[in-house]
């Protein structure tokens, strides 16, 4: 089998299902991307690691199938690693030819430079999975995209930090659902969870838990798609999920158990409340992260009825911090959080102000926004954190530290140089990469 095309359109398509492509050396061949070319002259590469599987469209592809044998080859597993890289050198309008040889060799020409790889023979490689025998269900991309954007930050990045072995698939999954009406995504690691919901009446689906690998390539491939309308698949025993977008499909074996009984942990009252600005409370815990190399990134937060002070130290590296800015709470009040945490949800929350519900030093705190119950987005926003324990000489060391330093607070010194945070549209990932460089750097 013989096929050309631009290393632009190749390299897109590899690129987009990169994130199915499996590292493990226990079986080769996932590394592997298979191409297929149809009868209509649609051609597509998928790649696979048995839990997702990611198919992608090649535009402008020319081929000329060659008899090998006594049968027509119509499909061509591609070493995808190495071929990105050979891609990635050359401009994209030059052109790329891919020839399939015997014992499993593949000539590849791009622009004067030749090369030879060595490939799998794909009899052995995966099928993709049957949408004939599924449940066909339409979604609005829109909708899903907006949900999954407001609570995927909350899902476990590592599940094997997670100390229950049995809740490790489950918290590093986000939760989709219908019920009285509205459309809900639930994100919770343990520590935070965020809750983001909207009215849908013309959906009806079981509760599924899809892996966080599966959440953001969707969001991926749903970001790049300008379709309005998702096609959707659920097999019969809700094990599979299928999903396509534009010229893109995915699908992602669902996380097996019951999710957590999110409902039960909701406050549904506060015994304090504090109303902060929400970007100026952002940039002071960004401040006050910056310096601290320990795994917790304690912060310790002490409110006032119109003052918010935040203290934080990393006893290994020598550092400590604190920042002050204007609130309007109902009380006094104290708390001690993980700062990556509040970060998170605070770079997650749209809206001016954000409204921070305490029911104690011991059990979960509520972020909302201010504006109102249901955002221009039209979804309803719920955020909770768990504190971390401190003893009583660490508040009584913490609460002495409040008055120490200088008395000019955040929101006046703003107001004297707007540029400090005016142009600050980083995404909460990029801030915790630039916080890891700076540790890095401080050795």
Same mark, same amino acid.
């Given at each position: 089998m013989q096929f050309t095309c631009s290393c632009t359109n190749l390299h897109h398509a590899l690129a987009r299902i990169a994130p199915a492509i499996s590292q493990k050396f226990v079986l080769p061949i996932l590394s592997s991307a298979r191409f297929d070319l149809e009868s209509t002259g649609r051609a597509t590469l998928t790649a696979t690691d048995l839990d997702l599987t990611l198919i992608a469209e090649v535009e402008g592809v020319t081929t000329d199938l060659t008899l090998l044998g006594e049968s027509v080859a119509g499909h061509v597993l591609l070493p995808a690693t190495?071929? /990105?890289?050979?891609? !990635?050198?050359?401009?994209?309008?030059? /052109?790329?030819?891919? $020839?399939?040889? #015997?014992?499993?060799?593949?000539?590849?020409? %791009?622009g004067t430079s030749s090369y030879r790889l060595a490939t799998h023979e794909d009899e052995e490689f995966p099928m993709n999975p049957d949408t004939t025998v599924m449940r066909h269900m339409p979604m609005r991309r829109q909708m899903v995209l907006d949900l999954l954007r407001a609570v995927a930050f909350a899902a476990a990045k590592d599940p094997s930090r997670m100390v229950l072995d049995l809740l490790r698939p489950v918290l590093s999954s986000v939760c989709l659902s219908v019920a009285e009406g509205y459309f809900t995504a639930v994100a919770c690691d343990g520590?935070?969870?965020?809750? !983001?919901? $909207?009215?849908?009446?013309?959906?009806?689906?079981?509760?599924?838990l899809l892996p966080r690998s599966a959440v953001m390539a969707l969001m991926t491939l749903m970001d790049r798609s300008e379709a309005e309308t998702l096609t959707c698949w659920l097999d019969e025993r809700a094990t599979m999920f299928g999903m396509r977008c534009g010229d893109a499909t995915l699908f992602t074996r669902l996380t097996e158990g019951p999710y957590v009984a999110w409902h039960q942990i909701m406050p549904s009252s506060f015994a304090q409340t504090a109303v902060v600005d929400r970007l100026m409370w952002r940039h002071a815990v960004r401040r006050a992260l910056v310096l601290m190399n320990n795994k917790t990134r304690q912060l310790f937060l002490v409110v006032t009825s119109d003052m $918010?002070? %935040?203290?934080?130290?990393?006893?290994?590296?020598? *550092? *400590?911090?604190?920042?002050?800015?204007?609130? *309007? #709470?109902?009380?006094?009040?104290?708390?001690s959080v993980n700062g990556a945490y509040l970060l998170s949800i605070l770079s997650a929350l749209p809206g001016e102000t954000v409204t921070w519900g305490w029911t104690g030093e011991t059990t979960s705190s509520m972020f909302w926004p201010t504006d109102g119950d249901i955002d221009a987005d039209g979804i309803r926003r719920q955020c909770l954190v768990m504190p971390r324990r401190v003893e009583g000489t660490e508040w009584a060391r913490y609460e002495a530290r409040v008055d120490e330093g200088s008395d000019v607070r955040l929101d006046e010194e703003l107001e004297q140089n707007p540029a400090i945070w005016q142009d600050d549209t980083r995404s909460q990932t990029e801030e915790l990469e630039e916080m890891e460089d700076v540790h890095e750097t401080m050795g």
């Open positions: 190495p071929l /990105m890289a050979l891609l !990635a050198l050359w401009p994209g309008e030059t /052109m790329v030819t891919l $020839m399939h040889e #015997a014992l499993a060799k593949l000539c590849l020409t %791009i520590s935070r969870l965020a809750v !983001a919901s $909207m009215v849908c009446e013309d959906l009806l689906i079981p509760e599924v $918010m002070t %935040i203290i934080g130290e990393d006893v290994m590296a020598g *550092t *400590t911090s604190r920042q002050t800015l204007p609130v *309007t #709470a109902s009380g006094v009040f104290r708390l």
